[in-house]
């Protein structure tokens, strides 16, 4: 049985499309055959940070407007096997989704034997992001240490299990918090939301915490989903990530600041 | 508005079935305001019914009289002097197929059945808002900022209250409000209300119970558990 997971926030830049990247990566690299749908329809940039976005011949609305098949619009990922990309139409606007259209997409993928779907869901809490939501078995929810993505993430939160079909069926969606851009250095300074904080506010089970780091940005630009760079922070923060959302216990990581050895403070300093 | 529709002049069953109703759910018919309907009664009937008299058996039984609906020229002058509404009929319903011949009071909405205490058990979230309708409310999880819980009754949160809890909402003065932790954007009792500003000085993350006195707000802790 395929699995719907949905990556939403409501906030906006707070590392979505970086997530369901990793996260559908993730999966794939570990053997399931994954498909990831663009739903951010008019903005898309799943596609760049897949680097596939030369290969985009047929998109998400084609599909659902059936002036294509899904076959024709699905692109293989170049570095793993499993991983399809289905992306979002640049030219039009979230009202070319329908719930009918996006139900149909789905059952599709289901019948071709995808284990796992990732919806990037756009930000806000409109139409585009409701599509994206509304047939998610999972959820989740991506959250900067700060207050306005706290409070949007519960907002987000309270749609999915008041407006989700498996709340309209008395269900529940399973809830994931991940908590992205994490500076522990700031956090003990005062400057930033801990963990503890987060969690609390939310009050909802910790998926992974991902701390800020400089492999993210350039894994962006050059097209590769971080969790290939397995040297990295992020990288491997996502890797456990996508080990605990198939069930593993995992220690969480990075969330104290490290401290430097005597070497490296005098290394520092003399340099 | 609950619709009382007659179907025969006899007070005094009248007001046997009616004690009958109300005790079954009391806090739902509490000062709810109730239609009387004639369109079922016949007419030497509607000549004899004592409209007055019916009015103060609906008071005693904490219903308030509100309007009429149909009923002969004699009915309808009796309302205009005892200051009630006349409606015009409604459309007929042969929906009374019970073969009840004494009237039936016929909440329009149904009435929660057993008890009018709303118990949630998840969280409530930003921009939720949730209103307990004649009676209490209980919230065994966190209510967040922006969201927003009300009851006409008491509200208990084993949780935080980061959000809007409005106690009291159709006045009652002794509704309550208790939480585990007090960290509220505003609270309010029967009308009066507090904001974060004076929330932030007052128990702050503490236990606590807010309640009105002598028209104020107050806020004490509760008894600490060893």
């Known amino acids: ?271 | 508005m609950n619709l009382l529709e007659l179907k025969s002049a006899d007070l005094e069953s009248i007001q046997q079935e009616l004690a009958e109703k109300v005790a079954q759910s009391p806090a739902f018919f509490q000062r709810s305001p109730l239609v009387f309907g004639f369109e079922q009664l016949a007419e030497p009937e509607q000549n004899q019914l004592d409209l007055a008299e019916l009015c103060s058996i609906c008071r005693n039984l904490t219903l308030l009289p509100t309007a009429i609906r149909g009923g002969n020229a004699r009915l309808q002058g009796e309302a205009i002097r005892l200051q009630l509404a006349v409606l015009p009929k409604g459309r007929s319903k042969n929906s009374e197929t019970s073969e009840a011949t004494a009237p039936t009071a016929e909440p329009e909405q149904t009435p929660v059945a057993t008890s009018p205490t709303r118990i949630i058990t998840t969280p409530i979230r930003s921009g939720q808002q949730i209103y307990a309708r004649g009676g209490d409310l209980i919230v065994m999880a966190a209510v967040s900022a922006g969201a927003e819980v009300l009851a006409d009754g008491n509200i208990h949160i084993y949780g935080a209250l980061r959000g809007r809890a409005l106690a009291g909402v159709q006045g009652d003065e002794n509704a309550r409000i208790f939480c585990t932790s007090q960290e509220a954007e505003l609270v309010a009792i029967a009308g009066q209300f507090m904001v974060d500003e004076v929330l932030r000085t007052n128990h702050w993350k503490e236990s606590v119970q807010i309640y009105l006195a002598g028209g104020r707000i107050q806020i004490s802790p509760l008894p600490k558990q060893n």
């Open chain 1, 1 to 271: 049985m395929a699995k719907i997971i949905v990556v939403t926030s409501g906030k906006g830049g707070v590392g979505k499309t970086t997530t369901s990247s990793a996260i559908c990566t993730g999966l794939a690299l570990r053997g399931h055959k994954t498909a990831v749908i663009d739903f951010d329809i008019g903005l898309r940039n799943l596609d760049l940070i897949m680097n596939c976005e030369r290969r985009v011949v047929y998109d998400f609305v084609n599909v659902i407007n059936e002036e294509a098949t899904l076959k024709q619009a699905l692109i293989k990922d170049k570095r793993c096997e499993n991983l399809f990309i289905l992306p979002a139409s640049q030219t039009r606007d979230k009202d070319a989704l329908t719930k009918e259209g996006v139900e149909r997409v789905l059952n599709e993928l289901k019948d071709m034997g995808f284990e796992y779907i990732i919806c990037d869901s756009p930000a806000g809490i409109e139409h585009g992001a409701f599509m994206a939501l509304y047939f998610a078995d999972e959820a989740i929810v991506v959250a900067n240490p700060e207050v306005s993505s706290v409070r949007d993430s519960d907002r987000i939160l309270g749609i999915l299990q008041s407006k989700s079909r498996k709340a309209e069926q008395g269900e529940r969606v399973i809830e994931h918090l991940l908590i992205t851009r994490y500076d522990p250095h700031r956090v003990a300074r005062g400057e930033m939301l801990g963990v503890a904080d987060v969690e609390e506010i939310l009050a909802t089970k910790l998926l992974g915490v991902i701390p800020e780091c400089q492999s993210v940005l350039k894994a962006s630009n050059q097209g590769v989903p971080v969790i290939h760079d397995t040297e990295s922070k992020a990288g491997k923060a996502y890797a456990d990530a996508v080990a605990r959302l198939l069930g593993e216990q995992v220690e969480h990581r990075f969330l104290n600041p490290e401290h430097k050895s005597f070497f490296q403070r005098l290394f520092r300093r003399t340099a």
